[in-house]
């Protein structure tokens, strides 16, 4: 082979002979399409996640998130609901071809469909152009995922008074009344009220907490047969002697509280 420009020299066979230098160039080389890693990109990203930061705890600190009571099984008027980054879900099983006999569709199908595109997006338009309006596939699935993900959530905040719910489950703190349940106005409270009101009268389940009420011995009896506010009338059934046992019991812990 004559010497010149069709001559190549090759030391690893491993190595293709048209193969170009995989040392890259400089970012200088590419004006106006890159930037220095460090420190013009880092500084970058680390102001913007410092703005961010400052952000999130300044709504903390304003705004704390309201704290329920413990989780009590026994209670059959309490409404869960998901934390709000998980509202969307729980509001797109509100419409009828997600529940009921489309549960699976709301539950397993129509979420696994929505985060598989997102999740192959890239994979499904991965040309080398950054700009949004030259990326349609990507781009339709984010603004799409983004504008659902909003829609639900607030269409499903929108219908939940949060500062109600958080009034009618804060925390109880323990109670420091010991109850006496050799008291037989315990029995007829165990029998008639616990499950709404709590084994020590504080816990509030489907009640109120019956401690640090302002009520005579004749008006709890009266509320427990004709009901009051929310509590529906007859919850209580059970005889005269019951009835008076289970209000004095009431009122003594009351008394024994404002000790």
């Known amino acids: 082979m004559k010497r010149g420009k069709g001559m190549k020299f090759v030391g690893d066979s491993r190595i293709n002979a048209e193969s170009t230098s995989t040392v ?16 013009n990109f880092l500084l970058k990203e680390w102001l913007a996640g410092s703005v961010f930061l400052v952000g999130f705890l300044t709504l903390v600190l304003t705004h704390p998130s309201p704290l329920e009571g413990m989780a009590d099984p026994t209670t059959a008027g309490y409404i869960p609901l998901p934390d709000w980054y998980f ?17 699976l569709l709301g539950v397993i ?18 040309g080398p152009e ?30 939940v008074d949060w500062e109600a719910r958080a009034e009618a489950n804060k925390p109880i703190p323990a109670s420091e009344v010991e109850i006496d349940t050799s008291d037989p106005g315990y029995a007829v409270y165990e029998n008639s009220c616990m499950s709404c009101h709590g084994d020590d009268l504080t816990n509030g389940a489907a009640g109120p907490p019956l401690i640090g009420i302002e009520h005579t011995t004749e008006e709890i009896a009266d509320i427990s047969v004709n ?29 024994q509280a404002g000790e």
């Open 130 to 159: 950054r700009r949004p309006n030259k990326r349609p596939i990507a781009t339709s699935l984010m603004l799409l995922a983004l504008v659902a993900t909003i829609w639900l959530t607030y269409d499903s905040a929108g219908a």
């Open 87 to 103: 509202l969307f879900l729980y509001e797109l099983l509100k419409y009828k071809y997600a529940s009921q006999d489309f549960i």
């Open 24 to 39: 890259p160039k400089d970012y200088s080389e590419y004006p106006g399409r890159t930037e220095a890693f460090w420190p």
């Open 227 to 255: 009901g009051i506010g929310d509590m529906p009338a007859d919850v209580f059934q059970g005889t005269d002697e019951e009835l008076q046992q289970l209000a004095e019991f009431i009122t003594s812990v009351n008394e």
């Open 109 to 126: 199908v129509i979420p696994g469909l929505a985060f598989g595109a997102l999740l192959l997006a890239p994979f499904l338009d991965n």
